[in-house]
């Protein structure tokens, strides 16, 4: 006989490469990898996408996996599961608590809730989103942190904006941090100068690895890279799924003349991502906001040298083991990297300090974390 019963939200945990499996995707499934790891007890029903079963996730046997007939990945689909089955599916199956994975419980939750805020972007940035992702997102998310027990927040950044914005008593609201997967490492070198062969890659590049939408400022970067280009031979990588509104980005490109100069690589799947972070001289991430700024902290455990903006999360992230810019900065942005591809013992202090940072942050921690914010609620 199960302890209690926890219904999770997963429904955007995707295994697909697209821009979906990202941040929010790898949150959920590490946490609930790590909860498999650590809780035995309590009884989980865990509600994920169409296609998106157990055999998938590898999760204990009190670990339920339930796929949606339908693709409630896409906003449209997900918002009337959220807001209308999953009340109902709560009753059904006598659920003691419900944890809301992006930002959003139901309004007539039936039971005790934690939420999941990853950040506030649809507010400080509200340009940056379609109008009907925008408008659901700002509604739901303070609705839900008004009505959900407890709220969890990847950094202390996005904890303050809670607080500030949203107008959350502090006592309620709990960091719990992202962290690098246990992939993310330095590879063996061998492995990696057969990868640099395969690819085809020169002896230093730039890169950049994230979703293709207007807060990753990457109009910026490739003003930044014009100014790197008249000095350095290292050509600029672009990796990431297409999100919105990323055309401006090729407009860029053309009105500066960097075609030949500029690369973009798309999706990176997840077994050769550490290899591409691992061959490039530095890792660019001139974010205007980031809930926490995962790429950073990948490329970090991987050995790489990092340059990202000296806002919201990052810092946080990066700590003293990378080079911080105003993202406004193109010329500030362009010097950086311009140091770190031209500083060898620079490069070599900041692979040092990175990988210090980087094992900071633990998904076993942040598993250990969110259960304890279940006891808090009185689930366990």
Known sequence: MWAKHIAVNAHLLAHTESFRRAGVSHYIEQVLRHLGQIDQTNRYSIYTTRGLGADALGLPANFGVYPSRFPTINPRVRIPWEQALAPLLLRRIGADLFHGTLNVVPFACPVPSVVTIHDLAFIRFPQTFRSYNRTYLDFATRLSARRATRILVVSEHTK???????GVPAER????PNAARAHFQPPDPQVLARFRQ?????????????????????????????????????????????????????????????????????YLPEEELPLWYAAATV????????????????????????????????????????????PHNADALAAAIRRVLDDT??????????????????????????RAVYEAVGVV
């Not at 980031?290 to 950073?296: A, I, L, V, Y």
């Not at 900041?350 to 210090?356: A, C, T, Y």
């Open 173 to 176: 609201v709990v960091v719990t």
């Open 345 to 370: 013992d620079l490069h070599a202090n900041m692979r040092q300090r990175g990988l210090h940072q980087a094992a900071c942050f633990t998904w076993s921690a942040t598993a250990a974390a969110t």
């Open 160 to 166: 303050h904006e809670v607080i500030g914005i949203l």
């Open 198 to 266: 395969q690819k085809g890659l020169p002896d230093q590049f730039v890169l950049y690895v994230g979703t293709l939408e207007p807060r990753k400022n990457l109009p910026t970067l490739i003003e930044a890279y014009q100014q790197v280009a008249r000095h350095s031979s290292a050509p600029l990588i672009i990796g990431g799924g297409k999100g919105w509104l990323y055309q401006s980005i090729f407009e860029r490109i053309d009105a500066l003349n960097l075609r030949d100069r500029v690369q973009f690589v798309g």
């Open 283 to 326: 890792f660019v991430f001139p974010s205007l906001y980031e809930g926490f700024g995962m790429p950073p902290l990948e490329a970090m455990a991987c050995g790489t040298p990092v340059v990202t903006s000296n806002t919201t999360s990052l810092p946080e992230v990066v700590g003293d083991a990378g080079l911080m810019i105003d």
